[in-house]
């Protein structure tokens, strides 16, 4: 038996699974928040957020920020409080042909290969008074099915080990320790299969 096939045919369909029901979509918070696109005047107000929910040596400068979104806006998912209209959490990424995770995919936004196979997750954020009620997951659903409509093959991130379990629930799986040491920290590298 191919055991790699299986693997990842395991992967995904645990994702389909949790993505494709058709309530998968919380519909309290669908009321409460407009998922899209980031707009190019919302950089700053990402980068802000990032200093909030990741330390100094994890978090995302401002200048990378900017980069990104100039680059890639339609690589990012943001959550936005249709109260006040500001970004309560996201999720953005950059898509590649590579399939392991590497450092550079933080610092390096010419990395960005549209049409690439994988995407490499960057950051998910949500700020401290949102957290705890299936925003991180809500957008996490909506990315993961949104790259499978426009064909990609998997999604791979890094984390630290207190994260593993979140993202296991999120459909993805533990390929063990990663490249990565951002931050001085170490990492593990997950990846959710989207298509066989
Ligand atoms: C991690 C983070 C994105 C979670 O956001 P959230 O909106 O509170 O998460 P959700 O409410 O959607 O939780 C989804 C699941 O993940 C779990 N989870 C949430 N935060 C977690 C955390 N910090 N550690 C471990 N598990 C967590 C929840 O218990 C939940 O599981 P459940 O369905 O069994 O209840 C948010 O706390 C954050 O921005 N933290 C700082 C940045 C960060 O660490 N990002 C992830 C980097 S790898």
Request: glycine share 6%; proline share 4%; charged share 35%.
């Amino acid at each position: 038996m191919d055991h790699k096939k299986t693997r990842k045919e395991a992967g995904y369909t645990k994702t389909q699974a949790l993505s494709e029901k058709d309530d998968f979509t919380d519909e309290n918070l669908s009321e409460r928040f407009v998922f899209r696109n980031i707009l190019p005047e919302e950089a700053d107000q990402a980068a802000r957020i990032e200093e909030i929910c990741f330390p100094p040596n994890e978090a995302c400068s401002e200048r990378m920020m900017r980069e990104r979104v100039a680059k890639a806006p339609e690589m990012f998912l943001v959550a936005v409080d249709r109260q006040s209209g500001k970004i309560a959490g996201f999720l953005n990424g950059l898509p590649t042909d590579e399939c392991i995770f590497r450092d550079a995919f933080f610092t390096d936004a010419e990395l960005y290969a549209p049409e690439g196979k994988n995407v490499m997750l960057l950051g998910l954020d949500v700020l401290p008074e949102y957290r705890g009620q299936g925003l991180a997951r809500e957008i996490m659903f909506r990315y993961l099915r949104r790259e499978r409509e426009r064909g990609r093959e998997s999604v791979i991130l890094t984390c630290l080990d207190s994260k593993v379990k979140m993202y296991e629930k999120m459909g993805f799986q533990d390929r063990g320790m990663a490249q990565s040491s951002w931050g001085g920290e170490q990492w593990h590298e997950m990846n959710c299969v989207l298509e066989v």
